[in-house]
């Protein structure tokens, strides 16, 4: 078992790297907690298997540490650092029955053969490969050699994390549940430090009980699913996770936050301090899911006009203009199907607001249908 900390790592394949960009894995520091499930989200070329591999050992970072238990290993050789790693391809000997496939680590570390055969045994029937113990690993389909991948990960008692980089990916659909959820109870039994790497939020949510969403080579957000779900930290969390992401739109910061002819009122502290931040990019999102829509007309909240609504089965996606720009609502199975002119409104709650990219914490945001002309006209008064 261990806690994997990750100290001011940061990793370039360029040989003199000179800018960000330059960077698989831009500098950052991140702690995996002792037998922990979790999950690194994120799209193509993110740099999770880069991340992998340096965890592994298989691959050297260009700055900083990498500690277990608190102890650097930088300068240890992968097989001496107790992790076992799962790709993405079945790693199998083919010609060597599915029992020495499984018994082939613990052989090569002198494990006695009563040992090994116990283990050989409990880690099979775990797998539910005990009646395949006999063949040949060559014959197996590519779940069952996945599973014989992940089978000789566990035999060893003596490890302390196991990383799974995208598992399931040569594995049909319908045996993906299963085998994920085999993890899942794999997690449950063993208490090891689990990191599954993986592009799909569905995956990542089922297995993991945290998910680190990984943007260009940074860790933007570490948190539950719910946590990203409820309070994306980055834009870039708030675009990925969910179906369809979030709605954004960027704002205007002067003396007052406006977009367009709107004024999005808040506190005097609150502008205070997104000026003392020194940037004008401000970004407001808002879930889908969150946003209210009207079944009447209602003064306190926004005419937009409907652009289309998308009938997905058990719910229906409504998309509208706000303010000239497309955004999306999601409606309840039950709710009427609005066209034309609609109002909409985006609870506070909900509402949060981004500077260069970033959550910032707010107190009291609220976007209502005042337009600038009539808080003028209110302020005159
Ligand atoms: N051996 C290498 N030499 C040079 N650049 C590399 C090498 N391996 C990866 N990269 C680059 O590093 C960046 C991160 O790649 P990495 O494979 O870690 O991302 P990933 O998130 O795992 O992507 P995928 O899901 O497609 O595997 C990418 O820009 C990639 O092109």
Redesign the pocket.
């Known amino acids: 078992m261990a806690e994997i900390t990750l100290n001011a790592l940061a990793h370039s394949?360029a040989d003199h790297p000179s800018k960000p960009e330059d960077y698989?894995i831009r500098e950052m520091s991140h702690v995996w907690e002792q037998g922990g499930a979790f999950a690194l989200l994120?799209?193509?070329?993110?740099?999770?298997?880069?991340?992998l591999n340096i965890i592994s050992g298989l691959l050297k970072p260009s700055n900083g540490e990498v500690l277990f238990d608190g102890k650097r290993v930088n300068e240890l050789k992968p097989e001496e650092r107790n992790i076992a790693q799962v790709f993405q391809f079945p790693v199998v000997y083919d010609t060597m029955t599915v029992y020495d496939n499984l018994a082939f680590p613990l052989r090569n570390i002198g494990v006695p053969e009563h040992k090994v055969k116990s283990k050989v045994h409990e880690v099979a029937e775990i797998l539910e490969l005990s009646d395949q113990l006999k063949r040949k690993a060559k014959g197996l389909s590519a779940d069952q050699k996945q599973k014989v991948s992940m089978g000789r990960g566990l035999v060893r008692d003596d490890v302390s994390a196991i990383l799974f980089?995208?598992p399931l990916t040569v594995i049909d659909p319908q045996l993906k549940w299963k085998l994920r959820r085999k993890l899942k109870q794999i997690h449950e039994q063993f208490n090891i430090t689990m990191v599954y790497?993986t592009?799909d939020q569905l995956e990542a949510s089922t297995f993991a009980d945290k998910i680190a969403v990984?943007y260009n080579?940074q860790i933007v957000q570490f948190g539950t699913p719910r946590e990203l779900f409820e309070k994306p930290a980055h834009t870039f969390v708030g675009y990925f996770i969910g179906s369809p992401g979030m709605n954004f739109f960027e704002a205007q910061l002067d003396e007052q936050i406006t977009f367009g002819e709107h004024v999005i009122t808040t506190s005097d502290d609150m502008l205070a301090r997104l000026k003392s931040m020194g940037s004008k990019k401000v970004t407001i999102g808002i879930r889908p899911e969150f946003v209210h829509v009207w079944d009447g007309k209602n003064d306190d909240a926004y005419q937009v006009e409907v652009d289309y609504v998308e009938d997905l089965g058990t719910y229906k996606i409504l998309s509208f203009f706000f303010n000239g720009q497309l955004m999306k609502a999601r409606l309840s199975e039950d709710q009427q199907v609005p066209s034309g002119q609609i109002y909409v409104s985006f609870p506070e709650q909900w509402t949060k607001v981004y500077v260069d990219e970033y959550l910032v914490d707010t107190d009291s945001l609220t976007l209502h249908s005042q337009t600038k002309d009539a808080q003028e006209a209110h302020n005159a008064n």
Do not use: I, Q
């Open positions: 394949y698989a994120g799209p193509s070329g993110c740099g999770k298997s880069t991340l980089d995208e790497v592009h990984m080579g």
